[in-house]
């Protein structure tokens, strides 16, 4: 095979090397905050020093975690799916008869620590999200962000960001609807019955939450239109019993 000349990030500098074997990723979610080259074959893992010496070796076994699969250039990393020291890899298994694909996050000890819904990760601020996109009938493309919540032990938690949060639905007359937007600010609301009727609009809540009595609402279904300070908007049902 023919050697690639790669870029890497590794250590706060840029090093320059010959792509050696399979290396072809790195990791930069580790317990010292440096990145390391990746390198794997189908018996084991390499994470490699800056000059390339081996840093940690994980034995694999394939016939028990699948495929190697790539997470945006992650081979291998620590502190991304918990905050443990032990470091962790994905694999990805594919149902041959319906072509669909599970990914599994394993830890170097070979301990599954559960499955993720895809195999794209993205970083904002100090979040870390795994999203999954899908093409809509109109041509535009639908995102669905998993927020990565990090366990306190080998464990693996990931949350589907909804947008917005409301309970209880169903709701009874005289209860009190909360509104939650875990990750944002809610900055208006709008909610119709069946019919169309407007029946509450705010344009004042700016808070992550905000409150409505069901008594202000119609029986049966009511919609909701919850706008964040970003001007997006949710939609949703509610339904008064």
């Given at each position: 095979?023919?050697?690639?000349?790669?870029?890497?990030?590794?250590?706060?500098?840029?090093?320059?090397?010959?792509?050696?074997?399979?290396?072809?990723?790195?990791?930069?979610?580790?317990?010292?905050?440096?990145?390391?080259?990746?390198?794997?074959?189908?018996?084991?893992?390499?994470?490699?020093?800056?000059?390339?010496?081996?840093?940690?070796?994980?034995?694999?076994?394939?016939?028990?975690?699948?495929?190697?699969?790539l997470?945006?250039?992650?081979?291998?990393?620590?502190?991304?799916?918990?905050d443990?020291?032990?470091?962790?890899?994905?694999?990805?298994?594919?149902?041959?008869?319906?072509?669909?694909?599970?990914?599994?996050?394993?830890?170097?000890?070979?301990?599954?620590?559960g499955?993720?819904?895809?195999?794209?990760?993205?970083?904002?601020?100090?979040?870390?999200?795994?999203?999954?996109?899908?093409?809509?009938?109109?041509?535009?493309?639908?995102?669905?962000?998993?927020?990565?919540?990090?366990?306190?032990?080998?464990?693996?938690?990931?949350?589907?960001?909804?947008?917005?949060?409301?309970?209880?639905?169903?709701?009874?007359?005289?209860?009190?609807?909360?509104?939650?937007?875990?990750?944002?600010?809610?900055?208006?609301?709008?909610?119709?019955?069946?019919?169309?009727?407007?029946?509450?609009?705010?344009?004042?809540?700016?808070s992550?939450a905000a409150?409505?009595?069901?008594?202000?609402?119609?029986?049966?279904?009511?919609?909701?239109?919850?706008?964040?300070?970003?001007?997006?908007?949710?939609?949703?049902?509610?339904i008064?019993?």
């Open positions: 095979m023919a050697a690639v000349a790669i870029s890497l990030t590794a250590s706060a500098q840029y090093i320059k090397t010959e792509k050696v074997g399979n290396a072809n990723g790195w990791t930069d979610y580790t317990a010292d905050g440096k990145a390391y080259l990746v390198s794997y074959t189908t018996e084991s893992l390499a994470i490699l020093n800056d000059d390339l010496t081996t840093y940690k070796e994980i034995s694999l076994s394939p016939d028990k975690t699948g495929h190697l699969d997470i945006n250039s992650i081979w291998a990393s620590q502190h991304l799916f918990n443990d020291d032990k470091w962790e890899y994905v694999t990805f298994t594919q149902d041959m008869e319906t072509a669909v694909v599970t990914y599994h996050v394993y830890n170097e000890d070979g301990v599954e620590l499955i993720i819904p895809s195999n794209t990760l993205m970083t904002v601020g100090d979040k870390n999200y795994i999203y999954e996109t899908a093409k809509k009938d109109d041509g535009t493309t639908e995102y669905t962000l998993y927020a990565i919540e990090k366990a306190n032990d080998s464990a693996l938690s990931i949350r589907k960001v909804n947008g917005v949060n409301v309970f209880p639905n169903p709701v009874a007359p005289g209860e009190t609807i909360r509104f939650e937007m875990p990750d944002g600010s809610i900055a208006g609301m709008e909610i119709y019955d069946g019919a169309g009727v407007q029946k509450l609009r705010r344009t004042d809540v700016d992550d409150t409505v009595s069901a008594d202000k609402l119609s029986h049966g279904m009511n919609a909701y239109r919850i706008t964040d300070k970003n001007g997006q908007t949710f939609t949703g049902k509610i008064v019993k």
